[in-house]
């Protein structure tokens, strides 16, 4: 199985560019005045370094040392700053009410159902009450559903391309909503995009999901 490590060698998984949803939720938590960001996932460091531009005081978790490295590289290089430590999905290594919103695209799917559960336990856990998540997760309806060698329900390991032996869940609504049951669900759309390649169609589908932890009552 590679390692992150590994895949963040080639280019095409070391992005620059911000995903347009990240976009739109910073002008969103500027408007807010939310000041404390987690980027949960953050590989090679596209969004860390748009948040810390953008004034944010920005955190950074990932998996992978090599991502990590990338990223702080970067920061140095535009002479920003963020908090960066190693650490799987499973355990954000901040304290309880740490964080006003969080950002996750395409990180929590790649993994069992029951670790995704124990990292949105996480998130909740380090969210204030009131603070909001973004994530982009895999949809049932991409052409890369069922493929690959089956771990669990909706749950894949690919036996082709760069991510041969990376696990990737995919979600329905009603999977999706229950997920995040203990939040309060903000907005959740599709984003797809049909490619055609030898003329064969591939529809590359995700959810856009945000959520807000919501206050105890009393």
């Not at 990932?62 to 990590?68: A, E, K, M, Q, T």
């Not at 190693?86 to 901040?94: A, E, G, K, Q």
């Not at 799917?109 to 998540?133: F, Q, S, W, Y």
């Not at 329905?172 to 055609?196: C, H, K, Q, S, W």
Request: aromatic residues 8%.
């Amino acid at each position: 199985m590679p390692r992150w490590d590994e895949l963040f060698q080639d280019e095409r998984f070391r992005w620059r560019e911000p995903k347009e949803q990240v976009i739109h939720f910073a002008q969103h938590l500027k408007r807010r005045g939310a000041q404390r960001v987690l980027d949960l996932g953050c590989g090679t460091g596209r969004h860390v370094v748009y948040l810390a531009r953008q004034g944010f005081e920005v955190c950074g978790t990932d998996i992978s040392p090599r991502g990590l490295e990338h990223t702080k590289a970067w920061l140095k290089e535009e002479g920003l700053q963020a908090d960066l430590r190693l650490s799987d999905m499973t355990t954000i290594p901040y304290p309880d009410v740490h964080f006003d919103a969080i950002i996750s695209t395409y990180v929590i799917h790649h993994n069992t159902l029951d670790n995704i559960r124990r990292c949105v336990a996480e998130m909740h856990r380090v969210l204030v009450p009131g603070g909001k998540a973004l994530l982009i997760v895999s949809s049932q309806r991409g052409h890369r559903y069922g493929k690959g060698q089956q771990l669990e329900r909706d749950t894949f390991v690919h036996d082709s391309g760069p991510e041969v032996g990376i696990p990737h869940h995919f979600f329905d609504e009603p999977g999706l909503r229950a997920l995040f049951a203990d939040f309060r669900i903000v907005a959740l759309t599709l984003d797809e995009l049909d490619e055609v390649e030898n003329g064969a169609h591939y529809l590359h589908s995700h959810w856009v999901i945000t959520v807000e932890r919501v206050a105890s009552a009393g």
